[in-house]
C-alpha cells in the first residue's frame, strides 16, 4: 500500500526538502554541542568564562533550536507537497533560491552571535548583532531577511496548493503556515516597555509552540499515518481538524498562562487557568488517534490473515509514536504541573520550566521530525520496507533516555529552588544562590549533564544512521 | 475607624509541605488521564481484553481524586474549582465521543 | 452510500475548526485591546497626582519605590513613595528619565541580559531574577552586594557592579564583562529601578522575607 508515496527520485520538490533535512540535522548537532557547554558551566562555572559565557552559549542552543525545527518543518512540507497534491512544487526553483539565502543568513548570524556576542546600547545592536530577546535573539536585519524568506516559502505552498490536489492535509498546513508567518511579525519592534515588549513577545514564542506548530505536528501526524501505516485517509483528515479546533480552541486563549506575572491584568489567572487546563486535551487526543489508527489498521491486515506489520518503515513510525507519547507527556504532563497561577507563582523562572522545555520541545516536535527524516532516506533510496537497525535503535534508546534523563534531573532542581529561592526566600539575590547551592541542586546538575552527553553520543549515532541506512541491504526494496 | 485587616482576603500561600503533594498530584492527574482514555481505546479496538474496561474508570476516578487533591492543597478560588470540576466530566465523555465519531466515519467509509 | 451523520462529516468539523479558531482569535484580540490600554506606560503627571499605573511613567526613579502586602489585593504591589534621590537628583524632567529609560532597556537588550537573567520571570536561570532586583536588601544600606563595591547608594554600587562585573564574585558563578559604560550603567539601573515598580500582580511572593517566609521553618 502507499507505494506511490516512496520514490523521492525525480522531484525536485523533494530533493529541496532533503537539503532542508540535511541543515536541519546539522543544526540539531549544534544546538546539542552548545547546550553541553552551558551545562558545563552549571557544573564548572570558570569553563569558557568570558570567551563563551553562559548567555551566549544558552542563545545558540536555543536559537538553533528554533532554526532547526524551523528547516526540518519546510523540509517536511516540500517532502510532503508531492504526494499530497500529485503535482510537482510551483516555484521550486526560486524555493532552492531561498533555501541558500537562509542558511547564508542563518551562519553570518551564528558567526556574529559567536564572536561580536555583544554590542553597545543602541539601535546599530538591535539591527546588526542581537536584539536579546529570548528565543528570537537575530538580529532585525536577519528577521526581515526570514520574513522574506517564509513568504516565499508561503508563496510556493499556496500555488502548488491550489494548482494541485488540495487535501484536508494541505489545507491544513496552508492556514497554520500562513499564521506562523504572520505571527512573526509581533516580535519584531523595540518597546521602552518591558510589559509591552513581553506582551507581544509571547504572541510569537507561545503562538509558536502552543498553537501554530501543534497544528502543524497534526498534520505531519496525519501524513505519516497515511503513509506508513496505510491509515484511512478520511477518518485521519476529519480526525486532523478536530485537533485544530481542540488546538487552537485551547492554545490560542492558552497565551493567558504567560500574562500571569509580567505586568498584565489579574483577569489573566482565570483565563490562563481555564484555557491550560484544556491544552493537554487535545495531546491525549492525538495520542488516542495513533493508537487507534494503528490497532484497527493492524486488525484489518490480520483479519485478512496477514500476520506480518502494517508499518513500511519501523524507525520513522518509532520516532511518531514517540512523538505521539512525548508531547503529551512533555507538553502535558510537565506543562500542566506549574500552569495553575496558585503554583506558577513559586515555579515560574525556575529550573521547572527548563525541565518542561526540554522534554515538550524534544517531544512534541523533534521527535515528528526526526521521523520525517526517515521518511526521507526511505524516499530518496527508493525503499519498500525500511527496517529497524541497531544502531537507529540505540539512537532513538539514548537520544529519548539522555532528554528524559535531563528532565528529571531539572525537575528536581527546580523542586529544590522553588522551597528554598522562592517560597522561603522570595526570589532575592541571597535566595537564588542558597538554592543554587544545595546539595540536591548541584547533584542534579550533574546528572544532567551526565544525561546531555548520553543525549549527544545519541545523536551522533543517529546522524551516522541516517547517512548510512538508505544503502543497508537489509531493507524490502 | 480602625482598619480592620481581613486576613482572608489575602491569597493563602502554599506550605512548604504542600509543594512535594501538588506537584505529584497535578503530575498524576494527566498520567491517570493517559491510562483512561489509553485504556478505554485499546479496548475498543480490540487490543485488550473487555474486562479492562472497568479499569479504564477507575483510572477517571483516580484522575478526578488528583485533580481534587491538587486544587484544594492550591486554595484555587471557586470559579477554577467550577472550571477543574467541569474539565473533569468532560473528560468522562471525551474518549466516548472520539469513538463514537471514529467508529461512524470507518463504518461510512469500509462499506 | 448509507446516511452520512454530521458528526463523521469532515466538511462539519473543518467549519467546526474555523469557528472556534477565529471565536478564540477575535476575543484574544480584544483582550489585547483592554490590556493595552492598562499596560500602557504612565506619565509624570500621573506620578505627580498619585494615579496608580500598572507600568508607571519613567520619571518613577525620582522617587522611592517599596513592595508592600495589600490587603486588598491579596498579595504585595509596588508602592511609590516620598521622592528620593537616584544619583544625586530627584527632579529628573519626562524626557531626561525616558532617555535613560530608553538607554537601559536597548541595553538590557544588547547585552543579552535574558540569556542569564529572569526579567519579570522570563529568560535564563543561571543567574538571579532581576523583577525586583532594585529592591533586593543585598543592594540597600546594609547590604553585602552594596558594602562590597565600596559604594554609598544603592544606584552607585549597582552601576559599579555592572561596569566591573568579575572585580565583585558573588559566587562562583560570575556575571561576565559586558563592556558595560558608565553611561550604559547609569540607564541600566534607571531601567530596573522603573522595572521593580511594575505591577505584577504579586510576583514575586515574599520577596526580601529571609526568615518571614509565611510557612518558613
Known sequence: ?477 | MVEMVDMSVISPGIALNDFLPIFVSSALVIVFGGFYVGIYTAVKVGMFKKWAMPLAYVFWLLTAYCLYIMGSLMHVGDFTAKALGMAMIGYLLLPHAVYYMQHQVHEENDH | MTNKSVWSDSRFWQRSASWVTGFAAILLIWLTFDTSAQISMGTDSDLQNGVTKRVPGPTVINYKITYEMSTKRGHEVPVIGEKEKFFGRDDYSEEEAGELLHLGKLGSQAKNCMDCHTLLGNGGYYAPDLTKAWLDPAWGPEGSLQAMTGKNTKEEAMAEFLQHPSQYPTHARMMPNLGITAKEAKGLVAFLKHLSSIDTNGFPRNFGKIQGAIHGK
Not at chain 1, 100 to 121: D, H, K, N, R, S
Not at chain 1, 131 to 158: H, K, M, Q, S, T
Not at chain 1, 395 to 423: E, W
Open chain 1, 1 to 477: 500500500m502507499a507505494n506511490n508515496h516512496l520514490t523521492g527520485i525525480g522531484s525536485e520538490s523533494k530533493q529541496l526538502a532533503t537539503w532542508y533535512l540535511t541543515v536541519a540535522a546539522i543544526l540539531f548537532g549544534a544546538q546539542l554541542l552548545f547546550g553541553l557547554v552551558a551545562a558545563i558551566q552549571y557544573v564548572m562555572p570558570g569553563f569558557l568564562f568570558e570567551i563563551l559565557d553562559f548567555s551566549i552559549a544558552r542563545m545558540l542552543h536555543i536559537n538553533a533550536l528554533v532554526v532547526w525545527m524551523v528547516f526540518a518543518m519546510f523540509g517536511s512540507v516540500y517532502w510532503l507537497l508531492p504526494d499530497e497534491t500529485g503535482i510537482e512544487t510551483i516555484g521550486i526553483k526560486v524555493g532552492k533560491l531561498l533555501f541558500w539565502v537562509f542558511t547564508a543568513a542563518i551562519v553570518v548570524v551564528v558567526l556574529v552571535f559567536l564572536f561580536v556576542q555583544v554590542g553597545p546600547a543602541d539601535e546599530t545592536t538591535i539591527w546588526f548583532i542581537t536584539e536579546g530577546r529570548e528565543y528570537i535573539e537575530a538580529p532585525r536585519w536577519a528577521d526581515i531577511g526570514i520574513v522574506v524568506v517564509v513568504l516565499g516559502f508561503v508563496f510556493n505552498l499556496y500555488a502548488t496548493g491550489m494548482k494541485g490536489n488540495r487535501s484536508g492535509i494541505v489545507t491544513v498546513i496552508m492556514a497554520d503556515m500562513l499564521a506562523f508567518a504572520g505571527i512573526y511579525l509581533a516580535g519584531m519592534f523595540f518597546t521602552d516597555n518591558i510589559t509591552v515588549d513581553q506582551y507581544w513577545w509571547w504572541w510569537v514564542i507561545h503562538l509558536w509552540v502552543e498553537a501554530t506548530w501543534e497544528v502543524y505536528v497534526g498534520a505531519l501526524a496525519a501524513y505519516g499515518l497515511i503513509t506508513m501505516i496505510g491509515a484511512h485517509r478520511k477518518v485521519v483528515e476529519m480526525w486532523l481538524w478536530i485537533e485544530v479546533a481542540m488546538l487552537f480552541g485551547s492554545g490560542i486563549l492558552g497565551m493567558g498562562h504567560h500574562y500571569f506575572w509580567i505586568g498584565t491584568p489579574e483577569y489573566w489567572w482565570e483565563i490562563g487557568a481555564l484555557f491550560s487546563a484544556l491544552e493537554p486535551l487535545p495531546l491525549v487526543a492525538m495520542f488516542i488517534h495513533v493508537l487507534y489508527d494503528w490497532g484497527k489498521t493492524q486488525g484489518a491486515q490480520e483479519a485478512l490473515g496477514k500476520k506480518t506489520s502494517v508499518i513500511n518503515n519501523k524507525p520513522a513510525f518509532t520516532w511518531f509514536v514517540l512523538n505521539a507519547f512525548g508531547n503529551f507527556l512533555g507538553a502535558g504532563v510537565w506543562g500542566f504541573f506549574h500552569t495553575m497561577p496558585q503554583v506558577n507563582l513559586y515555579t515560574h523562572g525556575t529550573q521547572f520550566t527548563s525541565a518542561h522545555g526540554h522534554l515538550a520541545f524534544f517531544g512534541a516536535y523533534a521527535t515528528i521530525l526526526i521521523g520525517m527524516m526517515y521518511l526521507a532516506v526511505q524516499g530518496t533510496n527508493g525503499i519498500k520496507v525500511l527496517r529497524s537497525t541497531k544502531t537507529s535503535i540505540w539512537a532513538v534508546s539514548m537520544i529519548a533516555g539522555g532528554v528524559l534523563g535531563m528532565t528529571v534531573a531539572l525537575t528536581l532542581a527546580g523542586y529544590v529552588q522553588v522551597l528554598v529561592s522562592r517560597a522561603q526566600m522570595g526570589a532575592t539575590w541571597a535566595g537564588y544562590f542558597d538554592g543554587q547551592s544545595g546539595m540536591w541542586f548541584s547533584q542534579a546538575m550533574d546528572w544532567r549533564l551526565l544525561m546531555g552527553f548520553v543525549t549527544f553520543l545519541g545523536f551522533l549515532l543517529l546522524a551516522k544512521d541516517l547517512l548510512t541506512t538508505g544503502k543497508n541491504p537489509v531493507h524490502e526494496r
